[in-house]
């Protein structure tokens, strides 16, 4: 889609009054803010990503022999912090971490058709209120947060209200006014995608009951047997005082939940089976963890990290940007943006760079942004845990991939081994096992063509990082050839602007800014490390690379 040369030239001049500084210019660099719409999110499975203490890999005697990649790997906690703290996400220009879930799992496994399967995955809760002890402790998760957040990365969790664990011989059914177990979801309209089980031995959740309820008895026994009952007791009294909520099962959830909003600070949400509950249900959630994040923030002022809200991204499986704040269940159309969600996964994205020329996906999605969704975010990935049509399975181009992804307008979530071209096609593995195996940090240390993927990846991460015009600023094309485009970002006194080119000769390249920047202005190359001038409104870039990123100096 073009847009006239008018309408270009009035949006450069506006910005330009703004953002043009000549190298004599007196120049104030406010700091660069955090903006979720511009985040550059990290989505690891807990226990595949690194394995810091190899002492808690076997717990509850989950022995058994499991199909391929079924079984915990002994990723966990402390694995992560290690990550952290040795600066692998800041070098990669992460500013946000998504975790599966970290709660107790079934004791138990089961086999759904692929083997016995343990609950490595982290979507089979058994007690909300405890960490599972193969991923850690709370002590690891305190000081998780602590790491990410000395370091500017935000931390966020991976909340399920839906169902329980599956029922196994260590693991019973909860209470029949707690969870159904029949029907299974047919999934073509909207009953039958909400009220019923998502699989076969998966109970589901009255989420839409109202009726107080008595905590499940196994739960009761379990927490008396760890000398923690009347706590738990106390606090779920003071909760639904506080709330005047009926003790319904989703209210128990709630509470559970955002106990670690305010006892661990986590910025965020990612909301598990978003359409497979009732829209009111996450209304109330996002109450509950806007309420949390207040408290937390009034009770730790030197905690805090800025303004920004707390983050809840849903997983409305197969949404699309395209739908705009509507999903579709094909009888109804419902809304999970407004007083909902700051953001949804945006399962689009793959098939947009796939099908479409770069520009067209990005007119489009620049477009939709800032109009449908203006205030509002979507998440796009090109692999992740649970989608098994990535864009790259086999990693022929793990280029190409960081480009389109962390290029691309909105929040990028780059997933564990994106970044160095883990292989999502696993000898014997069935299913989804395939996207879930062990992060290849040998490859990292010992394959040259790994080593130049991740070199890649992180010169476009940090500039991303650097720079929130990118995910979060109004795109507008530069030349069609050779293909650059600028993105602009103005929050209060903070203004952004750089100008990106793609698909470039090698050598010298010259590209036109005049409408961006001014003739005598230093502008640095993020991408080969080196200064330019703009000379008679262009910049020439003389490098062996295909790219060229610039930015004011």
Known sequence: MKRSL????IIAACFSCQTKVSKADPVETPETPFVWEAANLYFLLTDRFNNGDPSNDINFDRTKKTGKLRGFEGGDLKGITQ?????????LGINAIWMTPVVEQIHGGTDEGTGVT????????????????????KEDLKQLVEA???????????????????????DPVWPSDWVRTEPQCQYNNYENTITCTLVKNLPDIKTESNEAVELPPQLVEKWKTEGRYEQ??????????????????????????????????????????????????????????DYAFSEYKKNHPDKVLDDNDFYLVGEVYNYGISSGKLFN??????NYYDNRFTSQINFEYKWNVK?????????????????????FGVLNYLSSHDDGQPFDPLREKPFETGTKLLLGPGTSQVYYGDESARILVVDSAVGDANLRSKMNWDALKNNEKTKLVLAHWKKLGQFRANHPAIGAGMHQMITQQPYTFYRSFSDGDFKDVVVVGLDLQ???????????FKDGMVLHDAYSNQNVTVKDGKVTVDSEFDIVLLEPK
């Open 329 to 334: 269940f094909g009888d109804k159309e419902v």
């Open 118 to 137: 343990y609950g490595f995955h982290g979507y089979w809760a058994k007690d909300w209120t405890a960490i599972d002890p193969n991923y850690g402790t």
């Open 6 to 9: 008018v309408l270009i030239l």
């Open 355 to 375: 099908q479409m020329e770069v520009e067209a996906v990005f007119s489009k999605y620049d477009s939709i942004l800032h109009h449908q969704l203006k205030g």
């Open 232 to 289: 738990e007791m106390a606090e779920l009294d003071a909760f639904f005082e506080r709330t005047g909520h009926p003790r319904a099962p989703r209210f128990y959830i709630m509470k559970w939940l955002t106990d670690y909003i305010t006892e661990f600070g986590i910025d965020g949400y990612r909301c598990d089976t978003v359409k497979h509950t009732e829209e009111f249900v996450w209304e109330e959630f996002k109450t509950e963890c």
């Open 83 to 91: 990550k952290i703290e040795d600066g692998y996400f800041t070098d």
């Open 506 to 516: 090698s050598g010298k390249k010259t590209l036109k800014v005049a409408e961006i």
């Open 148 to 170: 990410a957040h000395a370091k500017g990365i935000r931390v966020v969790l991976d909340a399920v209200i839906n169902h329980t664990g599956p029922v196994t011989d260590k």
